[in-house]
């Protein structure tokens, strides 16, 4: 049974009053590279049931390493676009506030009643909000392929790091 708290993993023999030591673990558990892209994994003690339970457990840690470090480099990508979103997100507010605002201070009844140089800020700002919504959207679109991409990073691992043969009991 595997008991799992903030600072330590515990792994208990089936011998319910006999819990495993690390040192334990470490004389009983080996890896080594098997090729060019395999590990083997072997474990050995005198209780088969521990020595496949020691094999099984090695195996799904250190895919559920590789995946948690590889979302955890996803997760990061994802915070940091995100605060580009934010930012550009003010950027399209700020540029919106500037054209109401203009518009307000020079209120006319229909767009013909504008001067030139009116027509012409209004058209700058308008062309300001634009372009703000316009890198608002890459940013959002860079946050949604970051997203997707821990999406097939699982899938990924779980394709990629298979057990070949499972631990068996002896």
């Known amino acids: 049974e595997k008991n799992q708290s903030p600072n330590s993993t515990r792994l208990q023999s089936t011998d319910a009053t006999a ?16 090729g060019d892209s395999l ?20 195996l799904a840690a250190y895919r559920e390493t590789v995946l948690n470090s590889r979302i955890t480099q996803s997760e990061s990508a ?3 676009l995100q605060t580009q979103v ?5 950027e399209v507010n700020l540029a919106r506030d500037e054209l ?41 679109d860079k946050v949604d392929a970051a997203n997707e991409e821990m999406a097939q990073a699982t899938v990924e691992i779980e394709q990629r790091y298979q057990v070949l043969d499972p631990p068996e009991v002896p």
């Open 86 to 90: 934010d930012a550009a997100l003010g």
């Open 19 to 34: 819990p495993i030591g690390l040192q334990t673990i470490a004389e009983s558990v080996a890896a080594a590279a098997d």
């Open 39 to 58: 590990v083997r994994v072997t474990a050995s003690n005198p209780d088969p049931e521990l020595a496949f339970r020691l094999a099984d457990a090695t």
């Open 78 to 80: 994802v915070t940091f």
């Open 100 to 140: 109401d605002a203009y518009l307000t201070a020079n209120p006319v009844q229909s767009a013909e009643d504008r001067s030139p140089q009116q027509q012409v800020e209004v058209d700058r700002l308008t062309a300001e909000v634009e372009r703000a919504e316009g890198r608002y959207s890459l940013a959002r």
